[in-house]
């Protein structure tokens, strides 16, 4: 069971990337997805989360139109576009699999199952 993810960089405020996650030894459709950040001295925070059931999604407040998270079955990827990047969006950005996608102050998933080793986005001023 691995999740890597890819895609982080430096980039210049107001700019974009987009994260990748492949998934790879299990079933992916039995899954909820989710992208989660940290930065050094602070608690991981949840980002953005897309249920299996029917794909809908949650946000984190301060990402919602500025981000979008979304996956591809055929390809057992989960992505998530980031546009208008802020300094403040700079931290290790992790995937997730798990169950039990919650919304509210931020996503969750009440069960993770595997998280992938991270991928740096930095965001320049």
């Known amino acids: 069971v691995q999740l890597v993810e890819s895609g982080g960089a430096l980039v210049q405020s107001g700019g974009s990337l987009r994260l990748s996650c492949a998934a790879s030894g299990f079933i992916f459709d039995d899954y909820d997805f989710g992208w989660f950040r940290q930065v050094p001295g602070k608690e991981r925070e949840g980002v953005s989360c897309?249920?299996?059931?029917?794909?809908?999604?949650v946000y984190l407040d301060s990402v919602k139109g500025r981000f979008t998270i979304s996956k591809d079955s055929a390809k057992n990827i989960v992505y998530l576009q980031m546009d208008n990047l802020k300094p403040e969006d700079t931290a290790l950005y992790f995937c997730?699999?798990?169950?039990?996608?919650?919304?509210?102050?931020?996503?969750?998933?009440?069960?993770?199952?595997?998280w992938g080793q991270g991928t740096q986005v930095t965001v320049s001023s």
């Open positions: 997730a699999a798990g169950n039990g996608v919650r919304g509210g102050l931020q996503p969750i998933l009440q069960q993770v199952y595997r």
């Open positions: 897309i249920r299996r059931t029917d794909g809908s999604t």
